[in-house]
Each structure stands twice: as C-alpha cells, then as structure tokens.
C-alpha cells in the first residue's frame, strides 16, 4: 500500500487532502447513474470540487461548524461526497438508518436538534412525516430526483423547505466558502444504537479517534500487496461506522471508492476503469 509509513494525518480532512496531493487526480469515486449503466468515475480533484461545493452549500443554508448534518439514504457517491464535505467544515454527520424505528429515529431528530437532513427517494415521505415532532429541522435535501409538488406541500406546512441535492450543491458553487477543518478533538460523526434496550444511545467520535484507527490499519495493510489500481467494493451501509473508516483508509492509499446504486450486484468486469 505504501513505499513507506503514512504521514500521520489526525482528522479525517487531513487524511483526504493527503491521498488528493498524492492521487496524481486518479480516480477516486465510481458510480453508475442507473442500475444498468456502466460505471462512472470522478477524479480526486473532482471529489474535492464536489465536496467543497456542497459544504458551501451547507453553509449558505446557515449550518454552522460543530452542528449536526443528518442523512438517510442508501450508499452513494452523494453520501460519501458529503461524508468528505463534512469533513473540511467541522460538520457533525449523523447518519440515520431504516431499522432505528420511528420511535428512535425521532429522538435522534430531536436529541441532534439537526436543522438540515439528506434523505433518498424511499425516505423523503417518512421523513416528512416525522416533521410534527422534529421542530429543528428547516431544510430537507433530496438526493435523486427531483422534488414533487406534494413534498413540497406537506413540508412547507411545517415551514420546512425541501430542496434537491442539485440545488443546494449549485448554491455552494455560486457561494464559495474556504475550509474550516476541525481539530483533532473535534467530533466527526455520532453513530447511534438501535436502541433495543431502550432509546438509542449516541456513540460520538472524534477526528483524532477515526484517524487513528485508520493509521492503524494502514500500518497493518502495509506489508500486503494493495495497491493504488486497485477498488474498493462499498457494500456495507453507509451508516455503518467500519464501512465509514474503510472509505477513509482507501483515501488514504489512494485506491478506488466504488459506490453501488442500490446494491451490490456487480460483476468483476463492471468494477475495472472502463
């Protein structure tokens, strides 16, 4: 993996400037835009412009650093894209998944105070119809397809606007900010239990804490023969904290970040940089 021991990086947004300086704009993010579709890939410089745009964005819409940004939706180039954009403003993620329940998920909404939350085209309704008892949140990003006339009904009745991934990554271009990274002490995410004995508990990690797990794992990979070319299958959920530290540990590398659609059905031949 590495001619010699890493540098060692003690954020995450350290650990993905790093493999951005030594990438050589390799790529870094693969995707396809529709389950049938070959993949697609974006640079290292590409991630970077993606993500900048996006924490722009985010702060154009008023999250300021150490605050909560809430996701629920299924693996993603958007979710990683916005994992790193995270990264470079301080941001706290808070990912959401199906099987808290909507007890727990509520509490989560509330405990957080999350003003703003990134949800799919599966979760949009659900969360919409959280927003009686989730009184923080102001802004809804759809990622996916554009936002229905009825989304935007139901949630203006709460006096929550619901925007596209598109929109908001557009007002970050038009509004760019520079990089507020944290410290080490800084918290990066909060992973919360499934709450089966009782409500969740928030489990909160530090960017001095995820990037030493990641130099960690780093050393222990370095006597193996990965290399650069080679791709790393996201099949994990995002939400799940070790498919979390593995994405950062290959940005460290640099290799490939490969992001199903929906699944992970795939064939050798669809992974390799058409």
């Known amino acids: 993996m590495f001619n010699s021991k890493p540098d060692r990086c003690k954020t995450l947004y350290q650990i993905f400037q790093r493999g951005l300086s030594i990438s050589m704009d390799q790529p870094c993010m693969g995707y396809r835009p529709t389950p049938d579709a070959p993949y697609f890939w974006l640079t290292y410089s590409e991630v970077a412009q993606n993500a900048d745009n996006v924490s722009s964005g985010l702060i154009h819409r008023g999250v300021k650093k150490a605050e909560f940004i809430g996701i629920s939706s299924h693996n993603s180039h958007e979710w990683s894209t916005l994992s790193i954009a995270c990264d470079s403003q301080g941001f706290i993620l808070c990912p959401l998944y199906d099987t808290l329940g909507e007890d727990a998920v509520k509490f989560c909404l509330n405990q957080t105070e999350l003003t703003i939350l990134f949800v799919s085209e599966k979760t949009i309704n659900?969360?919409?119809?959280?927003?009686?008892?989730?009184?923080?949140?102001?802004?809804?990003?759809?990622?996916?397809?554009?936002?229905?006339?009825?989304?935007?009904?139901?949630?203006?009745?709460?006096?929550?606007?619901?925007?596209?991934?598109?929109?908001?990554?557009?007002?970050?271009?038009?509004?760019?900010?520079?990089?507020?990274?944290?410290?080490?002490?800084?918290?990066?995410?909060?992973?919360?239990t499934s709450g089966t004995t009782g409500l969740p508990k928030g489990a909160m990690l530090s960017n001095g804490a995820m990037a030493s797990t990641t130099y960690a794992v780093s050393i222990i990979l370095n006597e193996t023969s990965f290399v650069p070319e080679d791709v790393n299958i996201s099949y994990l959920p995002a939400s799940h904290v070790f498919e979390r530290e593995l994405q950062v540990t290959i940005k460290l590398t640099p290799a490939f970040v490969f992001t199903p659609i929906q699944s992970s059905t795939f064939s050798v031949q669809e992974t390799q940089k058409g």
Do not use: F, R, W
Request: overall charge negative; aromatic content about 8%; hydrophobic content about 25%.
């Open 126 to 192: 659900t969360y919409i119809g959280y927003l009686p008892t989730s009184p923080h949140i102001k802004t809804i990003v759809k990622i996916g397809s554009d936002v229905t006339d009825e989304e935007k009904e139901k949630a203006g009745e709460h006096g929550v606007t619901v925007m596209t991934y598109k929109d908001l990554y557009a007002e970050g271009e038009a509004n760019p900010v520079p990089h507020n990274p944290p410290q080490p002490d800084d918290i990066a995410t909060i992973c919360y």
